[in-house]
């Protein structure tokens, strides 16, 4: 039988709070600024191809080639659909996904669609190009909380080594 005091081998008198908080803290601290970092550079790429698709889009048919639904949550019901279509552009015919129509269209139904020359999966309908570009407030926000838990973790971590 362990000595009093003992977990599988370890000792626990010598754990000291403040520095198991400010382990913590510093972790949290680090998935929130990692978080924060990864949303910045998605708005970033989303606002980059929205921009491109609005100064280089040139309209062109698509024919809807099928739509797969897309599911979420414990009954399964379809959320959403991603459609394909394909379309000639320059003397080639490509097929790809028809982004910013989310309802079923039905296949070989023709409409409109913008596309990006020497970019062929940048295929929008009309309407996703009237999206706002999204701004960066969530990432802003993720940021600041990371830096108020490092401020609070070296809080913590200093009053541990104190004890």
């Known amino acids: 039988m362990a000595a009093p005091g003992y977990i599988r081998g370890a000792s626990a008198r010598g ?51 099928g739509c797969v639904a897309s599911s979420s949550g414990i009954g399964m019901s379809v959320e959403y659909w991603t459609c394909r279509g394909s379309y000639t552009f320059g003397g080639r015919r490509f ?3 028809v982004r910013g129509e989310r309802a079923l269209v039905e296949r070989g139904r023709a409409m409109a669609a913008v596309a990006v ?28 909380a990371a830096v108020v ?7 913590a971590g200093r009053a541990g080594r104190r004890s």
């Not at 520095?19 to 990692?34: I, K």
């Not at 970019?119 to 940021?143: F, I, K």
């Not at 838990?149 to 809080?155: E, F, R, S």
């Open 149 to 155: 838990l490092t401020v609070g973790g070296i809080a």
């Open 95 to 97: 097929d790809e996904v």
């Open 15 to 65: 754990m000291r709070p403040g520095r198991v908080v400010a382990l913590v803290t510093l972790v949290a601290a680090a998935a929130l600024g990692a978080t924060a970092v990864a949303l910045a550079v998605s708005t970033t790429g989303n606002n980059a191809t929205l921009s491109e698709l609005r100064h280089r889009g040139v309209e062109v048919r698509v024919v809807i080639t």
């Open 117 to 144: 020359p020497g970019r062929p999966s940048l295929l929008y309908t009309p309407a996703a190009l009237h999206q706002v570009p999204q701004g960066y407030a969530l990432a802003e926000g993720l940021g600041a």
